[in-house]
């Protein structure tokens, strides 16, 4: 499998695309989470057919697109949540300010049906992925280049907040090795980190196991500030497919 080099999978498109990416991204900005709420989800412990748990929701990643179904059914022997997607994007999200000091390592189950035929995260016009784990962050932004921030500032013009500092993601891809780092095509403050989508992957369950922090340091060469939200999203409104991705329960724990 050829994989993308990190200057390939960095390239800028046009300020115009990046401002849409900016604002897609300010609709799945959540508000701050206190921190004395337990953070992750254990979609386990609710029954089949349930409402979505409290403090989830689900939020489109560009207005006027259809939004991804997300249902709890039984799978596994378990509950877990469904997720279907038909040329739709948007993301199961919640508010969220993990102390990434005591608990910097995320844990959680999926599984995708197939692949999504003609998809590529580096590639605006085609970057859909069954499923992913989203994480955003706050941090200074007197730190990002000029360029950045006048960026930044244009879309807090238009859409009245504030972009995230950065956000990364964990991603189900076929078009890249797991481990590969892929930039957002629209903006480098957005990084994926492929960690599923090798032949045999899909249709099966996986357990998986990422220290947030070392992934943030690798991707964006500085330490985290806190999350301000989390969730999962499944996507095909680029290539216009359909799929269907399960997600299981959401985990917090001590590093390393």
Not at 41 to 67: C, H, M, Q, T
Not at 159 to 167: I, R
Not at 208 to 230: A, C, K, M, S
Not at 236 to 250: H, L
Request: charged letters at 20%; a neutral charge.
């Amino acid at each position: 499998m050829h994989l993308p080099t990190r200057r390939r999978a960095q390239k800028r498109t046009a300020p115009s695309a990046w401002i849409a990416a900016c604002v897609a991204l300010l609709l799945l900005s959540p508000p701050i989470l206190a921190q004395d709420e337990k953070p992750g989800i254990a979609f386990s412990s609710f029954e089949p057919g349930a409402s979505l748990p409290a403090g989830w929701k689900n939020l489109p990643v560009v207005r006027g697109k259809p939004i991804t179904q997300y249902t709890l059914v039984h799978d596994d022997h378990t509950t877990v949540l469904q997720a279907d997607a038909n040329r739709s994007a948007s993301a199961l999200m919640h508010d969220g300010d993990i102390d990434l000091a005591r608990t910097p390592v995320v844990a959680w189950r999926w599984k995708a049906d197939r692949p999504i035929e003609g998809a590529d995260n580096r590639v605006a016009s085609k970057e859909d992925a069954p499923a992913r784990l989203v994480f955003m962050f706050a941090g200074d932004k007197s730190k990002l280049s000029l360029f950045d921030r006048a960026k930044m500032g244009l879309a807090k013009e238009l859409s009245g907040e504030d972009l995230p500092y950065a956000t990364l993601m964990y991603v189900w891809s076929t078009t890249a090795a797991p481990g590969t780092v892929i930039a957002n095509p629209h903006t480098n403050r957005v990084q994926m980190i492929v960690v599923s989508g090798l032949p045999g992957d899909a249709g099966q369950w996986q357990s998986l196991r990422r220290n947030i922090v070392q992934d943030y340091e690798r991707v964006f060469h500085e330490p985290p500030g806190r999350i301000t939200g989390y969730g999962l999203l499944t996507d095909t409104d680029n290539t216009g497919a359909t799929t269907r991705a399960w997600y299981g329960d959401v985990q917090f724990l001590p590093g390393p």
